[in-house]
């Protein structure tokens, strides 16, 4: 249910995305259209009742190789999937590079550029974390929270990914503690070679698209994140100055 101040455009848009992914993608839940309830406007989705990814990993006993090994095939099946009802990358990343006002012309239009001859058209979910995964009673992992989903290369859903898993930080916490940091390298290292038989980060490309994914991050209210995100850039930058 939305509350009152969301617009209507934002409310259209959410249901054009719903109703692109979720006619295409088994692991996203059922979409049912709008509905209002007690006056609010909203969205009625399938339910899926179980726990979340970022719960079943604080656990004692969790299996992390195990709990990765399903995120990525989760993710896989997700990039295996297209549709034409979703934003391209150029309308979902440009716009904050342009934002970002820190480019050179020549660097901002090069990483345009770089984007614009990328044909690759692949559901991207454009924010797969713990959070946003749910196992249900029946075992069955769902992915949820679309909000953010568009068409593109997998690549660029990977750098995003792999960056929150490394540097997310949830609201109201600052730093990542020595403990939880091994846990989430940990993940990536155990999500990686289970979402396929290359490594994404050995990818000439690679760095380009985490750059394009940091410089989006910046938009996001992400205080705490911002100084790590600011060296992450400039280390790019150094060893890609056709970008910079």
């Not at 990525?72 to 999937?81: D, F, L, V």
């Not at 297209?82 to 990358?89: E, G, I, R, V, Y």
């Not at 949820?144 to 660029?156: E, F, K, L």
């Not at 989430?184 to 289970?194: K, L, N």
Request: proline share 5%; aromatic share 10%; charged share 25%.
């Amino acid at each position: 249910l939305y509350h009152a101040d969301v617009s209507e455009s934002f409310i259209t848009y959410e249901t054009q995305i719903a109703k692109a992914v979720t006619s295409v993608c088994s692991a996203a839940p059922k979409f049912y259209g709008k509905t209002t309830l007690e006056g609010r406007k909203g969205l009625l989705y399938q339910i899926v009742e179980g726990t979340t990814l970022t719960e079943m990993i604080h656990q004692e006993s969790v299996d992390i190789n195990g709990l990765a090994c399903r995120m990525a095939k989760a993710h896989q099946s997700i990039h295996a999937t297209s549709t034409d009802d979703l934003p391209s990358m150029m309308d979902y990343f440009v716009p904050n590079l342009i934002r970002y006002g820190q480019l050179s012309d020549a660097g901002l239009q090069n990483l345009i550029a770089f984007i614009d001859r990328d044909k690759t058209e692949k559901i991207c979910h454009g924010d797969l974390h713990p959070e946003n995964v749910m196992e249900d009673n029946n075992g069955k992992l769902w992915i949820i929270d679309w909000t953010n989903a568009y068409s593109g290369n997998p690549i660029s859903d990977l750098a995003r990914t792999l960056y929150l898993f490394l540097n997310g930080l949830p609201l109201n916490q600052t730093h990542i503690e020595p403990a939880e940091r091994l846990m989430r390298e940990q993940v990536v290292e155990s999500f990686i070679p289970f979402y396929g038989s290359d490594d994404p980060r050995k990818s000439n490309d690679w760095d380009v698209w985490r750059l394009i994914i940091l410089i989006n991050r910046c938009f996001e209210n992400i205080d705490s994140e911002r100084p790590e995100i600011d060296r992450m850039i400039a280390e790019i930058l150094k060893s890609r100055p056709e970008f910079a």
